[in-house]
Structures are given as structure tokens and as C-alpha cells.
């Protein structure tokens, strides 16, 4: 293609820098910002200007918050005493659609990987460290991937929180609920094995 | 999902406006606002606004520019005497894509569509009109996508362009290359066996 206009292909490349979004798809958005009047392109924008300017983070969980602490930690309803560690913001937001949880969380802000240089002191561990001591947490669930590195972050954390007497979970890994065996991987397939559970003939 | 905040959730419905973006999607980029340097979401949406303000468009032809003129209109390179008449840009870019046009383009800007409202006054035709007249075109090939409205849009033109003794073409229809007769629609495949071509053993 000849290149027409460097605002264009500007725009173009600005797009194509986001995640999930390719040249055909950027190229798309640009052509709808053209044809759409000037002060739909301009709200849009300062929406996002506004969202990075803007956005606090809950002092207390380190997730998104509006104000100083996050709806969630503000709540009355959530139970205070059970806490579930997760890596980012999107996890909570998946735990959250879940509607199963109803404690309050703490974001690390990431996971313990010497491959890319985060350790211990990379994360929100200090803040983490202060609400087992002050916060009357009774129970810890850590809600992290069961990757290597998850599993060098569970293992980090478990060393400092099981001392303090906290019980600590993990939440259960295994085969997918509606997912066929042949299709699992073999590791979860044999550690789904491993951890059996009992079968509760009442429940089911 | 809690609505944890407000800033997040417009910036959420702000992306869910665009074409092509779903809510997962939406989510997800603004999650990527959030993790990188505030700086990097600025620059993006500097492009955005950038964009939409200062894009011109070509005073011959409607397609995107950074000058008056665009390169195609400007080019030596290209026969300005073949035209070839298209819907949007989108279209521009299509052809340009393809490498197989060498001539000069002229952008409706959309095409007649009684339902939604659009008539040919709604359309750059004046602007054709004069470039018929006055810039020395030979031929014209109406790039048109063939549903009712392009057929309709077609027609029309064809009835301003034929009488000035200009050869008016529009671009072939049939089965795509490499497609299959049997997941090919019927209207098509009926259409491309009336509008057989003369097969030419020399060229195949």
C-alpha cells in the first residue's frame, strides 16, 4: 500500500502496539475514527487520559480503586478475616465474576521470577506482611497459577504466613469442569490422580 | 463483577464502542493502560487526537492525505486519465493492496441508499463531475461492492459517465480464486456462468 499519510500510518502503529490487536484490526479503528464525527474520537480518548491520570490503587489491597480504599476492603459484607492473594488486578476481577468469594484480596502486583529479575522485594509483600499482623486474618487463600514461578511465590508466602498460625489453602487444581480427560494435559491429568478428593455421595 | 471503579468501567465502555472490541478485549487493554508507563497511554492517545484533528483529505479525490493533494493524484507514476470509483478508503486501501491499479482513484464518500436516507447529493459527485470534464479521464471502473445499493450507485453513475463517451467498467464478479463451486452462493455461481469468460489457452 502507498503510503498515504503518516497521521494515518501513526495511528496505525499506535494501535497495533496494543495486545489482541493486529494490522487489519488497527487499521479498522483508525477508518472508524475518521468516519465517526471528531468528538467521538476526542471523548474516547480523554476517557483513557483520564482512566491513567486518574486511577488510584486501594491502600489497603492494592487493587483499583476511585477512591483511597477500594470498595471491597470498605465493605461490611466482606469477610475481613480471609484473605485471598492473587498476582494482579485481572484476578481479581475473574474471582470476582465468579461470585464465589466473599472475603477481601491482596495484590502482589506480580509473581517471584528470577528468569525476569521480580523478587520478593518487587512485590507488595512489606503491605502484605503488616495486614496478617494487624488485620485479624484468619485464613489465607492463595489464588496464583499453578506455574513454576506461582508455585515459588506459594512457597515464599506459605514460609512467612503458616508461622503466624494463618491457615493457608490454595485454591484446587485439576481437570476442567466440563472437560474430557483425553483433552487434559497429562500433568494435570496426573496430579488431578495424586490429589483425589473423596466423593461425597450426599452432595452430589 | 463489584464495580470497583468508575474511571475503569468508562474506559471499559469507551473501548466496547469501537468496532471489532468486545468487553473481554476492553478489559483487557485498559488492564494494559494500567500495567505500563503512564507515558506510553499518553502517547497513544496523542496519536488518536492527533489523527482525528490534523487528517486532511485529498481535494481531488476524498481519499486520506497529509496535503492537499494525495500521492496517488500527485504520483507521474500513475494514469491519470483511468478512474476508478470506490465507496471509502477502506477501498483505496484494498485496491492499493492488490499492486494491480495503476490509475487514480475518487472516494464516494458511501453510496446511494434510499433506506438509509443516503442520496446521490449526499455523495462527492459534484467533485466528479468536474474531473470528468475537466481532467482528460479515458476510462472509468467502478471498484463497487455489487449488492443492491453498489448495482443502484452504478447505475446512476453509468448514466452520468456513458454520455461524455467515457468507457466505464466496474470490476469482475464471480467465483473466488481458489474457492469451491459447492460452498460458493447460489446467486454468484449463477452469475458466473452467465458472465462465462472466453477461456484463452495461450494465457492459462
Redesign the interface.
Known amino acids: 500500500?502507498?503510503?498515504?499519510?503518516?497521521?494515518?500510518d501513526?495511528?496505525v502503529a499506535?494501535l497495533t502496539?496494543?495486545?489482541?490487536i493486529g494490522k487489519r484490526?488497527a487499521?479498522?479503528?483508525?477508518?472508524?475514527?475518521?468516519?465517526r464525527p471528531?468528538e467521538e474520537?476526542?471523548?474516547?480518548?480523554?476517557?483513557?487520559?483520564?482512566?491513567?491520570?486518574?486511577?488510584k490503587y486501594c491502600k489497603k489491597c492494592h487493587?483499583?480503586?476511585?477512591d483511597e480504599i477500594?470498595?471491597?476492603c470498605a465493605s461490611a459484607k466482606r469477610d475481613q478475616s480471609f484473605l485471598c492473594i492473587v498476582e494482579?488486578?485481572?484476578d481479581?476481577?475473574a474471582i470476582?465474576?465468579t461470585g464465589q468469594f466473599r472475603g477481601v484480596y491482596h495484590v502482589l502486583g506480580g509473581i517471584i521470577s528470577p528468569i525476569e529479575g521480580i523478587g520478593p522485594e518487587d512485590l507488595n509483600i512489606e503491605t502484605l506482611k503488616s495486614r496478617l499482623q494487624e488485620d485479624g486474618i484468619k485464613e489465607v487463600l492463595m489464588a496464583i497459577s499453578p506455574t513454576i514461578e506461582g508455585e515459588t511465590t506459594i512457597y515464599y508466602l506459605s514460609q512467612i504466613i503458616a508461622p503466624l498460625g494463618i491457615s493457608v489453602s490454595t485454591i484446587s487444581r485439576g481437570v476442567s469442569f466440563g472437560g474430557e480427560l483425553e483433552y487434559t494435559d497429562e500433568v494435570t491429568l496426573g496430579r488431578s490422580i495424586l490429589a483425589r478428593l473423596p466423593y461425597n455421595i450426599d452432595k452430589e
Open positions: 500500500m502507498a503510503n498515504k499519510s503518516k497521521l494515518f501513526d495511528a499506535s502496539s496494543l495486545p489482541g484490526s487499521t479498522r479503528l483508525v477508518l472508524h475514527f475518521l468516519s471528531q474520537a476526542i471523548d474516547f480518548v480523554q476517557t483513557i487520559e483520564n482512566l491513567v491520570k486518574n486511577i487493587s483499583i480503586a476511585d477500594c470498595p471491597v494482579s488486578v485481572r481479581v476481577m470476582e465474576e
